[in-house]
């Protein structure tokens, strides 16, 4: 696989961007955002796509556990 050349680099970032937005302002329901999802997985190489989902999943956690709102999940206690 070659790699991108600016343009279509700029063009990955970009639908990226409006997908992450567009997930931020509906986050009861992301089906609102499924063209744009499908413009950023159009616009990326499948790997940056796998590196981008795995990013935002971190930066939503970090995001949660710095501002003291992350619960652990509670386990079934051992008898």
Do not use: V
């Not at 089906?31 to 989902?53: A, G, H, M």
């Not at 619960?71 to 079934?76: G, L």
């Amino acid at each position: 696989m070659a790699a991108p050349s600016m343009k279509e680099r700029q063009a990955c970032w970009g639908a990226r961007d409006e997908y992450w937005k567009c997930l931020d302002e509906n986050t009861e329901d992301a089906s609102r955002c499924k063209k744009l999802r499908s413009s950023f997985e159009s616009s990326c190489p499948q790997q940056w796509i796998k590196y981008f989902d795995k990013r935002r999943d971190y930066l939503k956690f970090k995001e949660k556990f710095e501002a003291g709102e992350f619960q652990p999940p509670k386990t079934a206690a051992k008898s």
